[in-house]
């Protein structure tokens, strides 16, 4: 089965919600999350979630390169490769950026993946909110038959639930316990 990615919101009103849910992610077994440079600055944001996740990888998509010089790329990448643990990836945007700044994340060691979400030999699919389980088995399976290694969905609160339970509900064990 690929591995699930989440494209988190741009901005949010409530932070402590924000990093629940991301820890919540982490839990139910998310591989990855991804946060766009519009709205917070998402290198501070990915401190904050270095800070509060072990395992998972901490993305930032680039959408607006013009934005960081290459020097300011380079120490932020290379700051959060250091706090956490090596988790960090990059993705680039469709019109790609200029050298200095791919040296500036190479130099810090982040993994760089190109706007179709390449990277080597790994090869992420975005996908769309899922609708039920149903929907979400089936993307997830099409995925892998597209030779995908990953998905990346948008995020909603039913991506805990997808996650945490796959299989279709079976509640056979609560009607014996009730009779």
């Not at 766009?36 to 998509?61: K, N, S």
């Not at 300011?72 to 993705?91: E, F, N, Y």
């Not at 909603?156 to 079976?170: F, S």
């Amino acid at each position: 089965m690929p591995r699930v990615g989440v494209r988190l919101p741009v901005v949010t009103t409530e932070v402590g919600e924000y990093l629940a849910d991301v820890t919540a992610l982490e839990a139910a077994g998310a591989h990855a999350v991804w946060v766009e440079d519009a709205g917070p600055d998402p290198w501070v944001m990915l401190g904050a979630l270095a800070a509060i996740t072990h395992r998972m990888v901490l993305g930032c998509v680039i959408t607006s390169p013009e934005e960081w010089p290459a020097a300011q790329l380079g120490r932020a990448a290379g700051a959060l490769q250091t706090l956490s643990r090596g988790r960090i990836v990059v993705g680039l945007p469709p019109e790609g950026m200029r050298e200095d700044q791919l040296d500036a994340l190479r130099v810090a060691g982040v993994r760089i993946f190109d706007s179709d979400f390449v990277a080597g030999t790994e090869k992420w699919i975005a996908i769309p909110v899922p609708l039920d389980r149903e929907a979400w088995n089936s993307a997830l399976a099409d995925c892998e038959a597209a030779g995908a290694t990953g998905v990346i969905a948008p995020w909603t609160d039913r991506l805990i639930d997808l996650l945490r339970n796959p299989e279709p509900d079976d509640r056979s064990d609560l009607l014996m316990s009730t009779g």
